[in-house]
Nanobody, 123 residues
Framework: VQLQASGGGLVQAGGSLRLSCAAS????????VAWFRQAPGKEREFVAA??????YYADSVKGRFTLSRDNIKNTVYLQMNSLEPDDTAIYSC???????????????????WGQGTQVTVSS
């Protein structure tokens, strides 16, 4: 599976962006798909994920970020609203088959990674 992340950019605080994660090589069917982010000098952290038919979000983004998917386009989207300067990071999408729920937020659980897209939120 090859993943292509896109949609990052520079936005003012309070603004919105929509990130896309497009898969090629196979469909996302049966895969958990997640977004992680990494800010300079910080560890990579979980943002949101599809696990089976459910969605999961980090507490820091709940109510502001929303996952969606287009199965025809084989693409997962992360709609980010009410962006804050602390959301500034490189965002990467990842996918893995047959994850257990407790592994959804663990980066090392994922087999396939996209290249990352920069999100910068100015104050």
């Amino acid at each position: 599976v090859q993943l292509q992340a896109s949609g990052g950019g520079l936005v003012q605080a309070g603004g919105s962006l929509r990130l896309s994660c497009a898969a090629s090589g196979r469909t996302f069917s049966g895969y958990s798909v997640a977004w992680f982010r990494q800010a300079p000098g910080k560890e990579r952290e979980f943002v949101a994920a599809f696990w089976r038919t459910n969605t999961y979000y980090a507490d820091s983004v709940k109510g502001r970020f929303t996952l969606s998917r287009d199965n025809i386009k084989n693409t997962v989207y992360l709609q980010m609203n009410s962006l804050e300067p602390d959301d500034t990071a490189i965002y990467s999408c990842a996918a893995a088959p047959r994850l257990i729920l407790s592994s959804v937020g663990v980066p090392s659980s994922y087999t396939y990674w996209g290249q990352g897209t920069q999100v910068t939120v100015s104050s």
